[in-house]
């Protein structure tokens, strides 16, 4: 069965300072790989994605995602932290099949603080 | 370019009343759509999805209901409401192929 984890709840860092979210997964097959964003009361906000090719992901808001198929991660990153980006950030999988369900982590609350 | 509407964005409902959230989204054809329930603002499970009108695949047990009437509209029901059913119900569609989900708003339902 596909599965990811967060395994911090929490991520503090400073403004200005690099971030990074950490997830690492578990797959049959080749792994279709999401991040998102979700503001107080909100929905998800889709960020990335990776379903083949280059290693780096480039996405909305500056953030990147490193996929590391040895270590199976993917690390959403962001070279320098806004106070804006706090937030609940979830990796996700697709399961498989035709639908595209996701598959959700637990989610990491990112607090950058000024 | 597409939009998805949830609506409403709160709900509060006693227990053993009914429940209809409705979720519709323009500028596509034939998505599919899911409902998740996040619940104590953190994990997201899948509740429903459809890939075609009339066509609802459930994923747990529970005592929700989901209907899809036409092919944008997408509807989570319930004859009688639970304490345990109180959370923030979000509809989502996606495109065919590995295109991602995109979520609405959310409803924030509670159960007194």
């Known amino acids: 069965a596909q599965s990811v984890a967060q395994p911090e709840d929490q991520v503090n860092v400073a403004e200005g300072n690099p971030l990074t979210v950490k997830c690492t997964y578990s797959v049959s097959g080749n792994p279709y790989l999401f991040w998102y964003v979700q503001y107080p009361n909100r929905g998800l906000q889709f960020l990335l994605k990776y379903i083949t090719g280059d290693n780096l992901v480039k996405g909305s808001y500056g953030f990147e995602a490193e996929f590391n198929k040895s270590q199976t991660s993917f690390h959403l990153k962001k070279p320098s932290a806004l106070v804006s980006d706090s937030a609940l950030y979830f990796c996700a999988v697709r399961e498989g099949g035709a639908t595209n369900k996701l598959i959700f982590g637990t989610g990491t609350l990112l607090a950058v603080q000024p | 370019s597409q939009t998805i509407h949830q609506w409403p964005a709160t709900l509060v409902q006693p227990v053993g009343s009914p429940l209809s959230l409705e979720c519709t989204v323009e500028?596509?054809?034939?998505?599919?759509l899911y409902w998740y329930r996040q619940a104590a603002g953190r994990g997201l499970q899948l509740l429903f999805y459809?890939?075609?009108?009339?066509?609802i695949s459930s994923e747990v047990p529970q005592n929700l209901s989901a209907s899809r009437p036409q092919d944008r509209q997408f509807i989570l029901s319930s004859k009688k409401l639970l304490l345990s059913d109180s959370g923030f119900y979000l509809c989502?569609?996606?495109?065919?192929?590995?295109?991602?989900?995109?979520f609405g708003n959310g409803t924030r339902l509670t159960v007194t």
């Open positions: 500028g596509t054809s034939n998505p599919n």
């Open positions: 459809s890939v075609g009108i009339g066509q």
């Open positions: 989502a569609w996606s495109g065919q192929g590995y295109s991602p989900l995109h």
